[in-house]
């Protein structure tokens, strides 16, 4: 009778405290459980107008404008003699309603103006900004009059303020299709333009020398037949070195051309054959462009192999040499970037004021899975080529913008030079009169509407955007709770790490009893329950390992705090435990072996999937 009651009494009270737990349960489904939804569907970490510190040469990403609209170009950027940085860009207001974006930045980076230039064409594409020796802002760019009409070559000259100076010209015939150009300037501020028209890979180039946007020429002239692809560059000497391709043997290669250029060379062109460039349906490729130092020149692009349409592989990186004085058929080499986010940089003296690379072998195993967008630095001091490549944010990769250096007829090292956590692309960069280099991206999946970065590596710019802001903190404790949150899905698995402790402490108690916790017996049982359940942890989870506690959501900590992080934060969790298992035995009088292993490895657990979630989801 008696033990009835007991059992009775027992199981009465384990119902009042159930009852007790049901409020707490559900205020945890209330507060939790829109926060785990938005984990689950919202996005991956939230930033602000700013991207983060990348190199420390390089200044903040800065959001300066929406709405691009493009696959091709980007937002083309020059600096003027003021230190004021002018942008620009093609948008899309609907299906046929397309305009250029005009943007200025003054010294500090701060917008000082934006207005579209309210051009009538349709579809623009191929746009490229340059500054003449007179302050004029020279435009050219592809687009149809119409639709349905061929492609043109149009240029427009602005202000030194981004205002329309002279009406749209057509530069091209109009009756011919025009799909390529390039163009060039000597140190007496005469542009060389050079493009391509007809149809098919066959196609004829003509030349055409502008002063401060008006033909220096009677006409346009024809240079070369049967070609492609013009890429034009000036070196130190004012001697403009063109590429272009012809077709090649099949209908997989090309064969890409050069010869130096002369305004006063009558006839067409032949050139020397430098290398085969991959063609086709079955390969996308970037490029190439042309970058130049005092002694080479670098052909520098970026290509894909698809086995068929709907399969994609990794885009490498390649590269070719030659010097200038001698030039010759050279041979095609891939260049890799590492895919770390926080790479360890040297010390390095750049004519263009930076002073922090990473070193690169020149024949490297392919690392990088995309690299593709090049852009070429037009300079002769130094060979720069920007581009975009993948690297690991945290545990996801993105693609970000990269500076490479060519030192020496091969790639001597690279820079980061954004950080943001969108899909960074379409770079552009420019120099300015004192060295200082200055960037401009496009952020977001193509096609469609994507934002617009902007960077540099001069100090008024780093000083005005470079500190965190209170948007960087707030994101970060909101990507600390989201980032816990993706821990959640990972339960069953975790369940993994519980089982062989509480297996252990379950045999341990039969054995010493069920009392036994606070004997010297008890705590020798414990202790080896609490290195059963660390070993199935790593081994479950063996990703626990490399992950640095907060890289995904606070992205802006110190690379010298990603070792003492690694260390510190298990032992402090595991140290947590130990305090509630303290509390439970001395505190709560428990005497229970298995109540006190289930303390420690609930709250080891639930501790480790709210920090280390990212790293669990990878699995």
């Known amino acids: 009778m008696a033990g009835g009651n007991t059992s009775s009494s027992a199981s009465g009270h384990l119902r009042s405290r159930i009852r007790g737990w049901i409020p707490w349960i559900v205020l945890a489904c209330l507060g939790f459980g829109p926060l785990f939804a938005c984990a689950l569907i919202g996005p991956p970490d939230l930033v602000g107008d700013l991207g983060l510190k990348a190199a420390p040469d390089w200044s903040r990403g800065l959001h300066v404008g929406s709405e691009f609209y493009g696959l091709d170009s980007g937002a083309p950027l020059v600096v003027d003699d003021r230190g004021r940085v002018h942008l620009l860009w093609t948008l899309r207001h609907s299906a046929n309603d397309y305009d250029l974006r005009y943007l200025r930045l003054d010294e500090r980076g701060v917008v000082e103006e934006e207005h579209d230039l309210g051009i009538e064409l349709y579809e623009p594409r191929r746009v490229r900004l340059l500054l003449d020796g007179e302050q004029f802002l020279q435009v050219f760019l592809v687009g149809l009059e119409e639709r349905g009409e061929p492609p043109s070559l149009f240029h427009l000259r602005l202000t030194s303020d981004g205002w329309p100076d002279r009406d749209l010209t057509l530069v091209s015939s109009g009756s011919s299709p025009c799909h390529e150009y390039d163009v060039t300037f000597n140190s007496a501020g005469v542009m060389h333009l050079f493009w391509t028209e007809g149809v098919g890979?066959?196609?004829?180039?003509?030349h055409l020398a502008l002063s401060s946007g008006l033909p220096t020429a009677e006409a346009p002239r024809l240079i070369a037949s049967g070609v492609s692809a013009p890429v034009a560059r000036t070196d130190g000497r004012d001697g403009i070195h063109l590429l272009w391709e012809r077709p090649g043997a099949d209908d997989e290669s090309v064969e890409l051309h050069y010869a130096p250029f002369s305004d006063s060379s009558v006839g067409t062109m032949t050139g020397i054959k430098l290398l085969d460039l991959p063609a086709g349906p079955r390969f996308d490729r970037d490029g190439p462009v042309l970058a130049l130092d005092s002694r080479y020149g670098y052909v520098v692009w970026t290509q894909e192999y698809r086995a068929s349409r709907l399969a994609s592989g990794a885009k490498e990186g390649w590269y070719g040499s030659f010097v200038l004085d001698s030039p010759s058929a050279v041979d095609a080499r891939p260049f890799s970037l590492p895919m770390d986010e926080k790479p360890t940089y040297v010390e390095y003296d750049s004519p263009h004021g930076y002073g922090n690379l990473v070193p690169l072998a020149g024949d490297a195993e392919l690392a990088s899975?995309?690299?593709?967008?090049?852009?070429?630095?037009?300079?002769?001091?130094?060979?720069?080529?920007?581009?975009?490549?993948?690297?690991?944010?945290?545990?996801?990769?993105?693609?970000q913008i990269v500076n490479v250096v060519f030192a020496g007829g091969q790639p001597s090292g690279y820079q980061l030079a954004c950080n943001t956590s969108h899909w960074s692309r379409l770079p552009n960069i420019a120099a300015d009169t004192s060295g200082?280099?200055?960037?401009?991206?496009v952020d977001g999946l193509q096609p469609g509407p994507s934002e617009v970065y902007y960077a540099s590596t001069s100090a008024v710019v780093r000083d005005r955007i470079d500190g965190l802001t209170v948007d960087d903190l707030l994101f970060a404790a909101l990507n600390i709770t989201f980032s816990a949150m993706t821990g959640v899905p990972?339960?069953?698995?975790?369940?993994?790490?519980?089982?062989?402790?509480?297996i252990w402490t379950f045999i341990a108690s039969r054995l010493l009893g069920e009392e036994s916790a606070r004997r010297?017996?008890?705590?020798?049982?414990?202790?080896i329950a609490v290195v059963i359940y660390q070993a199935s942890k790593l081994y479950f989870t063996p990703t626990l390992l490399g992950y640095v506690p907060f890289s995904v959501s606070v992205p802006f900590l110190p690379a010298d705090l990603y070792l003492p992080l690694q260390v510190l934060v298990p032992v402090g969790i595991a140290g947590l435990a130990a305090l509630?298992?303290?509390?439970t035995l001395l505190a709560r009088g428990s005497r229970s072996l298995f109540t006190a292993c289930l303390v420690f490895v609930l709250i080891d657990a639930f501790l480790t999937m709210a920090i280390y979630g990212p790293a669990l989801v990878v699995l």
């Open 520 to 527: 010297a017996s008890g705590y020798l049982a414990l202790a």
């Open 201 to 206: 890979r066959e196609r004829d180039m003509f």
């Open 580 to 583: 509630g298992v303290a509390y």
């Open 369 to 399: 899975e995309r690299i593709a967008d090049p852009s070429a630095l037009m300079s002769t001091e130094e060979a720069i080529v920007t581009c975009s490549a993948i690297v690991m944010h945290g545990t996801s990769r993105e693609s």
């Open 436 to 441: 200082q280099l200055h960037l401009s991206w």
């Open 490 to 502: 990972m339960i069953p698995f975790v369940v993994l790490w519980v089982i062989p402790p509480l």
